[in-house]
């Protein structure tokens, strides 16, 4: 059974950065991808920044958050800096393998003004 165990998220107020974290473990993966999704309250959950082969990010974080991987761990990391209110959600990783879809359980973010 695959798991996606995230962590990192917390409560900072505006202009501070958080680095977000999510490992993969249950099985092997010979190729996937990763990506981070979000939902605030009351809207739908969104793709924030994604990784395989190449990099995808929203309009809303370019240049102000990072995706990185590290195979070696089945890990995914979110760097983000410059946070603002909007970008308050529960933050979700996601993987990606052939047809097969998992999610983690998700790590709140609050960015207070």
């Known amino acids: 059974q695959v798991q996606l165990v995230e962590s990192g998220g917390g409560l900072v107020q505006a202009g501070a950065s958080l680095r977000l974290s999510c490992t993969a473990s249950g099985r092997t993966f010979s190729s996937y991808a990763m990506g981070w999704f979000r939902q605030a309250p009351g809207k739908k959950r969104e793709l924030v920044a994604a990784?395989?082969?190449?990099?995808y990010y929203a309009d809303s974080v370019k240049g102000r958050f990072t995706i990185s991987r590290d195979n070696a761990k089945n890990s995914v990391y979110l760097q983000m800096n410059s946070l603002k209110p909007e970008d308050t959600a529960v933050y979700y990783c996601?993987?990606?393998?052939?047809?097969?879809?998992?999610w983690g359980q998700g790590t709140q973010v609050t960015v207070s003004s």
């Open positions: 996601q993987l990606t393998s052939g047809p097969n879809v998992y």
């Open positions: 990784i395989s082969i190449s990099t």
